[in-house]
């Protein structure tokens, strides 16, 4: 590839990644996307292109539409709950999130509720939302007309307004009850434990069938509360285990040898814990460790 063609790539290459993540919910699989957008940009005849950033934005999200179908089938057969894969967004690995609507666009509770749209439905919404498109691009972009554009939004919209999570503390209260809560789990304390879980609040485990993991949901407060304990008190050498900023907010990350293990994130409200949500699936983490400084 020319230079040039190269260097309008590089200055896409951020952009791209995080809008393919934000509709496949996968940074492998986002990676993969940008990867053949960049093959597809290349043997393009780049002189018949008007607007790089419109080309190649219309050939992720199409790209990313079409993987969304086969990860549908995939995932009726995947074993155990399904979460979407962590990211580290301490450094701007996803574009901005200096707003809680932002950061809410990229948790993993929204990013899971995104799956019940369909894929045409996704691609308007994030488009549309995230990045601000108006519906006569995303129309041109998505093969539509506007006003179908405009109903699959409308569509999209009041299905995420029926689902959305409605968990909505500040980051700073968000590390602060996290620091709490590795405390009680750290000392064995149950009591205090489960003084910080809302009394309905469900814990959900995504091993994939890799590691040992609760393969359905843990509901209770008393119940969640000893399923943590058995994780995170125990004394295993090497163990280190930090609160970090990903996908927008604190969250737990465990390591054992510097290598990431479990990466555990909470919904948040009036000062209690509503859900966690643990990724010790060792392919769901494989992007993670690659961008995780710490890791060896």
């Known amino acids: 590839m020319d230079a040039e063609g190269l260097a309008e790539f590089e200055r896409q290459r951020g952009r791209l990644f995080a809008l393919a993540y934000r509709m496949l919910g996968s940074a492998s699989e986002a990676e993969d996307a940008v990867?053949?957008?960049?093959?597809?940009?290349?043997a393009a005849d780049r002189t018949a292109v008007r607007a790089a950033e419109a080309w190649l934005t219309t050939v992720v999200v199409n790209l990313c539409r079409t993987w969304l179908d086969s990860a549908r089938a995939r995932r009726e057969t995947y074993v155990g709950p399904w979460i979407p894969e962590p990211v580290h967004t301490g450094g701007g690995e996803l574009g901005p999130l200096e707003s809680a609507e932002q950061r809410e666009l990229v948790s993993l509770a929204f990013l899971t509720m995104l799956e019940r749209l369909t894929p045409a439905e996704r691609a308007v919404f994030v488009l549309r939302e995230a990045f601000g498109y108006p519906h006569r691009e995303?129309?041109?972009m998505l093969e539509l007309t506007e006003a179908n554009s405009q109903q699959l939004y409308r569509r999209a919209a009041q299905r995420v307004r029926e689902q959305r999570p409605r968990f909505a503390a500040a980051p700073g209260q968000v590390r602060e009850l996290l620091s709490r809560f590795l405390a009680a789990a750290r000392s064995g304390d149950v009591a205090a434990l489960e003084s910080l879980f809302a009394a309905d609040i469900v814990s959900v485990a995504d091993g994939g069938g890799k590691v040992s993991a609760a393969r359905r949901p843990i509901v209770g407060a008393s119940?969640?509360?000893?399923?943590?304990?058995?994780l995170m008190a125990q004394e295993i050498e090497g163990l280190t285990i930090g609160i970090e900023e990903v996908n927008g907010i604190a969250a737990v990350v465990v390591r054992v040898d510097g290598v990431v293990l479990l990466v555990l994130g909470a919904d948040v409200s009036e000062e209690r814990i509503h859900a966690l949500r643990l990724v010790l699936n060792p392919d769901k983490l494989a992007y993670f460790r690659r961008a995780?400084?710490?890791?060896p």
Not at 223 to 230: F, K, S, T
């Open 35 to 42: 990867q053949e957008t960049y093959l597809r940009w290349d």
């Open 138 to 140: 995303i129309a041109e």
């Open 223 to 230: 119940r969640v509360a000893r399923y943590i304990l058995g």
């Open 292 to 295: 995780d400084p710490v890791s």
